[in-house]
Nanobody
Framework: QVQLVESGGGLVHPGGSLKLACEASGTTFGIFATATVGWDRQGPGKQRELVASESFTGGTKYVSGVEDRFTMSKNNHKMTVYLQMSLLTPQDTGVYYC?????????WGQGTQVTVSS
């Protein structure tokens, strides 16, 4: 069973930065390397939305509004996905979930809270 564990969330002032990490276990290097991985977030009173995703063949995509501030990366050998976030605004507040899709199976972690507030 694939498990995803996020870390790196916290409280940050507007304009600040955070780097989230998501470590995968219960899968193989080959599956992780070719799976579609990404980050979703759910803000207070908002629907869950895709923030960034990376597929084996399609590159990395970002939701509008974060592409100049967020950078997603992946270390296949560590089976870890990262989300570097900068110039954070209060609108970025929410629970950030790591996601992994392999064929028709979807997995996600418990989430890590990001709060942007002065």
């Amino acid at each position: 069973q694939v498990q995803l564990v996020e870390s790196g969330g916290g409280l940050v002032h507007p304009g600040g930065s955070l780097k989230l990490a998501c470590e995968a276990s219960g899968t193989t290097f080959g599956i992780f390397a070719t799976a579609t991985v990404g980050w979703d977030r759910q803000g207070p009173g908002k629907q869950r939305e895709l923030v960034a995703s990376e597929s084996f063949t399609g590159g990395t995509k970002y939701v509008s509004g974060v592409e100049d501030r967020f950078t997603m990366s992946k270390n296949n050998h560590k089976m870890t996905v990262y989300l570097q976030m900068s110039l954070l605004t209060p609108q970025d507040t929410g629970v950030y979930y790591c996601t992994l899709r392999w064929r028709s199976e979807d997995y996600w972690g418990q989430g890590t809270q990001v709060t942007v507030s002065s």
